[in-house]
């Protein structure tokens, strides 16, 4: 777990007790769904918005190029356990919002959550921040 401990450009995920690394390996999220999660994951303590506006073109990649395989019922509902031990994890890391866009980001793949919901739910976040 060495490389775990070292983290090189800052502690945005060091500081957390679970990594987003650690969750998606064990989720194995598709590419695209794994980058929204790390970004929206960071956002607060690396690039602020313009990660948020990273997860809104992952999620239009998402969308291009979709996945080549579909999860059974037992993958997603293993999926939903390790999104919640993720969060739960981190929960001081992450607002209501921030857990709720990794959330939805995940859904689209359990639950054929629709991917425009969640960019539209992201963009709200870059908004409100837009705002401050």
Same mark, same amino acid.
């Given at each position: 777990?060495?490389?775990?401990?070292?983290?090189?450009?800052? %502690?945005?995920?060091?500081?957390?007790?679970?990594?987003?690394i650690?969750f998606?390996?064990? =989720?194995?999220?598709?590419?695209?769904l794994?980058?929204c999660?790390?970004?929206?994951a960071?956002?607060?303590?690396k /690039? %602020? !918005?313009?990660?948020?506006? &990273? !997860? !809104?073109?992952?999620l =239009?990649?998402?969308e291009?190029?979709?996945?080549?395989?579909?999860?059974g =019922?037992?993958e997603?509902s293993?999926?939903? &356990?390790l999104?919640?031990?993720?969060?739960?994890? /981190? /929960?001081?890391?992450?607002?209501?919002?921030?857990? =709720?866009a990794?959330?939805g980001?995940?859904?689209?793949?359990t639950?054929?959550?629709?991917?425009?919901?969640?960019?539209?739910f !992201?963009?709200?976040?870059?908004?409100?921040?837009?705002?401050?």
């Open positions: 777990m060495e490389a775990l401990e070292m983290q090189i450009g800052g %502690g945005h995920y060091k500081d957390m007790p679970m990594q987003p650690e998606l390996q064990a =989720a194995g999220l598709p590419f695209t794994s980058n999660v790390k970004y929206l960071r956002w607060k303590s /690039n %602020g !918005v313009e990660d948020l506006r &990273k !997860v !809104v073109h992952y =239009a990649l998402h291009e190029v979709p996945p080549a395989r579909r999860l =019922a037992v997603r293993r999926l939903r &356990k999104t919640m031990k993720f969060l739960l994890a /981190n /929960n001081r890391h992450f607002s209501p919002m921030d857990a =709720a990794i959330t980001t995940v859904a689209i793949v639950h054929g959550e629709r991917v425009g919901q969640v960019r539209d !992201v963009q709200i976040m870059i908004q409100r921040e837009a705002a401050k």
